[in-house]
């Protein structure tokens, strides 16, 4: 692309949908010259022996020393007397900051924690929850409202056949941790408005999501094998549905004590 615009001066806004914002991964980075890791893609050839299954060209073409140099500067150097700049104009990390102001401007005392969170859903969901109530604990009978902020995005390994998306199945195992909790609650939530192939953003679940689900003869065990997280909250009414936003920063996880 840089080609095709030179010797056009370049300015790119960027909106980031990958955690920690790396310029050459998002949107495949078009504007932003290849960061070369030579050694990692030796070490993932070795790793998966795929070494003697790589035509040697190939092989010629990674290793050989002038790949290097090209690799790293066949963007920069494509005409001195123009300039690429880069700008980011939104990503997770202002997501959480917004979020934490209005949560501040509600009465909330309110701390960002953390805006790389990955990994499977329900483990994060648990852990989240485990972090919650232990915080709880400490305020002991402290009056004032609280809230962490978190964000990142998550995955799901499918085992069932369930409906749902990531952000449902984290607060459903989000769920089961702070059961019996006054007072607290957990908000998961696609920043796009559109978590999984469900119509629903994510989930809110409370102290009581737990308790509402076994009146109503769900067993969140099954739900959660089964990644069938949207009936459950749909019947405990903990689904949040905004519409598609038309922005996907990632997701925000954000845990309340009120």
């Known amino acids: ?10 300015i790119t806004l960027i909106l980031s949908d990958v955690v920690g914002d790396p310029l ?9 010259a290849p960061i070369s890791d030579i050694m990692k893609a030796e070490y993932i050839l070795k790793k998966y022996a795929l070494v003697k299954k790589i035509p040697s060209r ?3 073409y990674l290793f050989d ?3 290097q140099e090209r690799d790293t500067h066949s963007l920069v150097n494509i005409n001195p007397d123009h300039y690429i700049e880069n700008i980011m104009i939104g990503n997770n990390t202002s997501a ?3 979020a934490c102001d209005t949560a501040t401007k509600l009465g909330f005392t309110t701390r960002i924690i953390d805006n790389r969170l990955q990994g499977e859903a329900s483990d994060t969901g648990s852990k989240l929850g485990a972090f919650l109530r232990e915080e709880i604990k400490k305020r002991k009978n402290s009056i004032d409202k609280c809230c962490w ?9 499918i085992h069932g056949n369930g409906k749902g998306g ?6 459903l195992s989000a769920a089961r941790e702070i059961a019996g909790l006054s007072n607290a609650g957990v908000l998961s939530i696609a920043t796009d408005g559109e978590d999984g192939p469900t119509d629903a953003a994510g989930a809110f679940v409370t102290g009581e999501t737990m308790m509402k689900g076994q009146q109503a003869g769900l067993e969140i065990e099954t739900y959660l094998k089964n990644n069938d997280a949207y009936p459950y909250l749909e019947k405990v009414g903990g689904l949040i549905k905004t519409g598609p936003s038309g922005t996907n920063v990632n997701d925000l996880v954000i845990l309340f004590a009120y």
């Open 166 to 171: 990531r952000n449902q199945e984290l607060a």
């Open 96 to 98: 959480a900051q917004a």
């Open 58 to 60: 190939v092989l010629k």
């Open 24 to 32: 050459d991964i998002i949107a495949s980075g078009p504007t932003v």
């Open 149 to 157: 902020i978190f964000g990142g995005e998550t995955t799901v390994t």
């Open 65 to 67: 020393d002038e790949f």
């Open 1 to 10: 692309m840089v080609k095709l615009l030179s010797p056009a001066n370049i």
